[in-house]
Structure formats: C-alpha cells, structure tokens
C-alpha cells in the first residue's frame, strides 16, 4: 500500500511540474497575420517584390531551453524584386508589447580585424544569396559581395556583448541566418536571435526594413503581427480522446489522500494496545 501511495504521490508531482512548463508563454501569429497554409505556426508579409515567412517555435538545437533565454525566430526571405537587397541584422526589428523594440542580435564577433576565426558548418538553405566579406573566414565555401556595404562597429560591440558563456552554441552559430546580399530571384532561410521579450501577453510586431543593395534606398517595411500567448489562453493541442480530465489533480489528491488515510489506519490498527 505505501508503494502505491508513493507512486502516485510522484506521478502528482510529475503532473503539476507539466502543467507549469505548459503555462510558459509563446510566441504565435497575431489573428490578423496571413497564415501559413499547414503550419501554424508560421507568418507570411510581402511588399516591394520580397516576401518574408517567420515561423516561432521551431528550435529544435543547443539548448533545448533557447526560447527561455532569447527570442528565436525561423526567417524566410524571397527576393521576388529586380534589385538585390541586403540582409542585415539591424533592417530585422522586433517590438514587444511594452513598446520597447530590439534589432537581431549578431552571432558572430567580426567586427573587428585579426579575430580568429572556426570555419561553421551551416545548414541555413539559400540560393543567389552572397555573403558579406567580413563572414567569408566562417563560411570559406560560400561567394562574397563585392559591392558596397555599411558597416556599423557600434551596433556589433553594443549588441554582441548581450550574449552571455556559453551562448551563442555551434548550433546557433551553424542555424543562424547570416548577413549578406539577396539577388533578384534570389532566397534564403535561417534562424535570427532577437533579446527575450518581457511581457508574457500581448501584440509583438516583427519588421524588415527592405533595402536596396547598391542605393542604400529603402524599398518598403514588411511588417508581420505576432502575440504572445499564455498556453492556459492557448487551445489544448491534444486530441480530444488524448485530453486530461476536468481537475484531475482534484481526484489525483484524493485518490492519494484515500491510500494514505488507509494506510495510516492499518498501520495504527497493528500497534500493540
């Protein structure tokens, strides 16, 4: 009998340690964002020729727990214009329902000349997409663009230096959506790092400033809206058959309440008089 009461007093234990890890906050499309057909979790804007697709929730390297530290977000661009477009780390902005608003933050230290560097083994899918020179120690099979480009010392110093030991991972490094040049007809998909949003519900606003490779103009702002959701808001993701039953802790903690109380009588019954 105290084998079954301790057996199901850690299966209570286990049951409301799930419950709390359900109750953490992600990120979805807002009801006003153009869905992805099949996958919701996925977000779809245009503008200007160029679409781009953000999906939450699709981590899957070191560590488990990103999502818990930093804001990953799974980014397609589709060059559907007659211009290259630059992608840069600070045209990707995103702004939590407090108002306050972050640009990706970049995964690699380059800014600075003589820095040693590991080649990466990426697994970021691309085509026409051309590097920025300063990454071709990191990615050595990869083509470069000659063309011009600004480069911003004070924006990698200020935000490389938010990552903290032992973050940014190889797999982040490796997944990461790289900085570079998207040519007409051109793709490329990747993961961006954004800081961890503060709020726990709310509009979140995910935006690219679309900008012309040569010119340096801007060619439009795609913005796509977000939410963060409580999962308790959230729709049970189980099947019905598969669903937990209503207060179940109630009838756990009385189940468990019965053994012991059971158990307590037996044993007082066996105590010498």
Not at 114 to 139: I, K, M
Request: glycine share 8%; charged share 20%.
């Amino acid at each position: 009998m105290h084998a079954i009461c301790e057996t199901r007093s850690r299966f209570l234990a286990i049951f409301f340690l799930v419950a709390g890890c359900a109750h953490t906050p992600r990120l979805v499309p807002a009801p006003d964002a153009q869905r992805l057909a099949g996958d919701p979790e996925g977000a779809v804007a245009s503008a200007a020729g160029v679409q781009v697709t953000v999906r939450s929730r699709a981590w899957k390297g070191v560590p488990r727990d990103l999502e818990s530290i930093v804001t990953p977000l799974y980014v397609t661009v589709e060059n559907g214009s007659h211009a290259a477009i630059r992608i840069r780390y600070r045209d990707f902005t995103l702004t939590g329902p407090d108002g306050l608003q972050s640009g990706a933050i970049p995964p690699l230290q380059i800014q600075r000349p003589g820095t040693q560097t590991v080649a990466l083994v990426p697994t970021f899918p691309g085509d026409r997409f051309l590097l920025l020179r300063p990454y071709g120690p990191w990615y050595p099979a990869y083509p470069l663009w000659d063309g011009p480009f600004d480069w911003d010392p004070v924006f990698y110093d200020q935000f490389y230096a938010s990552w903290e030991p032992p973050l940014p991972t190889p797999d982040m490094l490796n997944q990461a959506l790289p900085e570079g040049v998207l040519q007409p007809g051109g793709h490329v998909t990747g993961f961006l790092y954004f800081h961890k949003l503060r709020a726990s519900e709310g509009r979140v606003i995910f935006a690219q400033d679309v900008i012309e490779a040569e010119t340096r103009e801007r060619l439009a702002t795609i913005r796509i809206p977000l939410m963060m959701q409580s999962a308790a808001s959230a729709p049970s993701p189980l099947p019905p058959r598969f669903a937990p039953p209503s207060a179940p802790w109630t009838r756990l903690a009385s189940s468990i309440r019965a053994c012991c109380s059971t158990e307590v009588l037996a044993g007082a019954g066996d105590q010498p008089r």
